[in-house]
């Protein structure tokens, strides 16, 4: 059974940062094709699609309110995806989760529906 926990969230001021995790479970990233995506829903507010990884080529991807902030990498010994956030703002309060596909190339990798796992979220709060 594949399962995606996510971590790492918490308080931070603006201007902050974290790193989230995103531990995986069920596949092998040296082993299976997958992609992870990272979404977040703040409140009042739509859940967005943020950054995506594809180990078919390496591939990552960002939205462009995070883009040149945000890092989204992969440790393949500990079969965790990793969401490094700098330069936090207020408007980056969220709850965030990944979600994970086995055997995808990640070509919609912003698209909820291409995924067939999803984490509990962690909470992520910016303070002004």
């Known amino acids: 059974e594949v399962q995606v926990v996510e971590s790492g969230g918490g308080l931070v001021q603006t201007g902050g940062s974290l790193r989230l995790s995103c531990a995986a479970s069920?596949?092998?990233?040296?082993?299976?094709?997958?992609?992870i995506g990272w979404f977040r829903q703040a409140p009042g507010k739509e859940r967005e699609a943020i950054s995506g990884i594809s180990n078919k080529d390496g591939a990552t991807y960002y939205t462009d309110s995070v883009k040149g902030r945000f890092t989204i990498s992969e440790d393949n010994a500990k079969n965790t995806v990793y969401l490094q956030m700098n330069s936090l703002k207020p408007e980056d309060t969220a709850v965030y989760y990944c979600a994970a596909r086995e055997d995808y190339s990640g070509d919609y990798w912003y698209l909820e529906s291409e995924y067939d796992y999803w984490g509990q979220g962690t909470q992520v709060t910016v303070s002004s």
């Open positions: 069920g596949f092998s990233f040296d082993v299976d094709e997958y992609a």
